[in-house]
């Protein structure tokens, strides 16, 4: 395997990490704190082309591959784990399915001013009583004439609050042994469909979520993604891609609270001498170091897989897997590297230790993970 970036690649990793730096990172604290949308972040992100990166030009995107991807949203995770989000959902659970799936039309109509970030789109599968089990799903969707009529919620759907277009799936065939679902393209102001204010969670504060609900949604035949029946295996595809955003900003949050530490345990002294030359600090700096890179390329192997056409559920379960636990630990003993001070709110690692658990919950538990990775091993 080459480790060696290309030219390209490189050269988006390094523009993604000045403008985290530049645009992102001295906003950070402030939009944990008020958790405040940062809509102007992301229209600097789509002159960038970094809400479409691995979508063809022709379709509105930054026409790169998924190792582009995958640097990018390391990078801006790394300044901000909220905006790392809200480009992995664009992204990853958006844009990558309607390129996938869509037709001719869906994607001149939908695709292309989402991936150039003129509209954003979110991605509703998990509702309040349905979660990791799809086949418990409450939304349903009848055929009518002309398309269909979807009834239903689904929560904690991240951009939801700010969306123009969702990915929604719904139940349209209960008649076999396994219920059949269907996704749908929706669009913001559709008769209907509605949202409720955002979420309060632990961490991302500026990523906002919400629940949405479709009454009586009325959604034209033309807005069905993919075919009629199929919606599970265009949540599953989905879900391989969007596992390696995750991972990715599970990378993203960690080397953040490594360099801090790093930084901080030069300063600090204790006994006479900086913390950093004390060997418990040492050891749990090593430790912090080899977990990033073997998550990084976890990442970097389902990546080029996701480049090359090959199937990746497996290898994509295995980077998300362990890059969002990497980053729990990581954080963990950063918070414990900066003693009191990293308990504090005037230092940046129990942010980072925040918004590194959610890593471990959305787009599949650890423990679906495991299911997937097993599943593989074992058919």
Not at 77 to 87: P, W, Y
Not at 172 to 190: I, M, N, Q, Y
Not at 206 to 220: G, L, Q
Request: contains cysteine; proline residues 3%; aromatic residues 8%.
């Amino acid at each position: 395997m080459d480790f060696e970036l290309t030219q390209e690649q490189r050269m988006i990793r390094d523009t993604a990490r000045e403008f985290a730096a530049r645009e992102i990172a001295p906003k950070a604290a402030e939009l944990d704190k008020t958790s405040r949308w940062p809509a102007e972040i992301l229209a600097k992100m789509a002159e960038l082309g970094l809400l479409g990166v691995a979508i063809p030009q022709e379709h509105g995107g930054a026409g790169m591959d998924a190792i582009s991807y995958a640097l990018a949203m390391e990078e801006i995770s790394a300044a901000c784990a909220s905006c790392g989000v809200i480009m992995s959902v664009n992204n990853s659970l958006f844009c990558d399915p309607v390129y996938k799936f869509g037709s001719t039309d869906q994607k001149a109509r939908v695709l292309q001013p989402v991936a150039s970030g003129q509209k954003l789109g979110c991605f509703g599968l998990t509702e309040p009583m349905s979660g990791s089990d799809a086949q418990t799903m409450v939304t349903g969707g009848e055929k009518t004439s002309g398309g269909w009529v979807i009834n239903g919620a689904k929560n904690w759907i991240t951009n939801g609050p700010h969306a123009d277009w969702i990915v929604v799936f719904a139940i349209t065939d209960r008649s076999g042994p396994k219920v059949k679902h269907t996704a749908f393209l929706v669009e913001r102001g559709t008769p209907g469909f509605t949202q409720n204010a955002a979420d309060h969670k632990l961490g991302i504060h500026a990523a906002h979520s919400c629940t949405v609900f479709f009454e009586n949604c009325k959604v034209p035949e033309a807005n069905v993604l993919g075919q009629a029946g199929d919606g599970f295996k265009v949540a599953m595809a989905t879900l391989d891609g969007g596992r390696i955003g995750i991972a990715c900003q599970a990378i993203g949050i960690a080397r953040a609270a490594l360099e801090k530490s790093v930084a901080y345990a030069k300063e600090r002294k204790s006994f006479g001498v900086p913390i950093a030359q004390h060997q418990a600090i040492q050891f749990m700096l090593a430790d912090m170091a080899t977990e990033l890179d073997a998550a990084r390329l976890l990442a970097w192997r389902a990546a080029s897989l996701k480049d090359k056409g090959v199937r990746h559920s497996a290898e994509s379960a295995m980077a998300k897997l362990y890059a969002s636990e990497m980053a729990t630990r990581v954080t963990h003993k950063a918070i414990q590297i900066h003693g009191g001070y990293g308990y504090s709110t005037e230092f940046p690692v129990e942010r980072h230790y925040r918004d590194a658990r959610i890593t471990e919950i959305y787009e599949g538990t650890s423990e679906i993970q495991r299911i997937v990775i097993a599943a593989n091993l074992l058919k």
